[in-house]
Nanobody, 116 residues
């Protein structure tokens, strides 16, 4: 089993920045995908950004050019640098770890609120 602990969420003014962190522990396979999803009120959970252990990335169109995902594989940690934040970015952000269909785990979530 894998445990994921997120940190870095909070309240920020539009145009500001936040950095989210997610540390994984437990039975971790070195080859995996880690990423960030978010869920806003009344909406479905959506992919924000993901990164494989090999360095490939994928971003939602709405965050391209503003958000950057990175990893420290030695620390089993993934980060999300969020710049130029907009009110529409307000959501609960969830860390995800994926190795296989049977090894797909989620963090508890961290609230990000952007006000104008």
């Amino acid at each position: 089993q894998v445990q994921l602990v997120e940190s870095g969420g909070g309240l920020v003014q539009a145009g500001g920045s936040l950095r989210l962190s997610c540390a994984a522990s437990g039975s971790i396979f070195s080859i995996n995908t880690m990423g960030w999803y978010r869920q806003a009120p009344g909406k479905q959970r959506e992919l924000v950004a993901a990164m494989t252990s090999g360095g490939s990335t994928n971003y939602a169109d709405s965050v391209k050019g503003r958000f950057t995902i990175s990893r420290d594989n030695a620390k089993n940690t993934v980060y999300l640098q969020m710049n130029s934040l907009k009110p529409e970015d307000t959501a609960v952000y969830y860390c995800n770890y994926y190795y296989h269909e049977r090894y797909n785990y989620w963090g508890q979530g961290t609230q990000v609120t952007v006000f104008s």
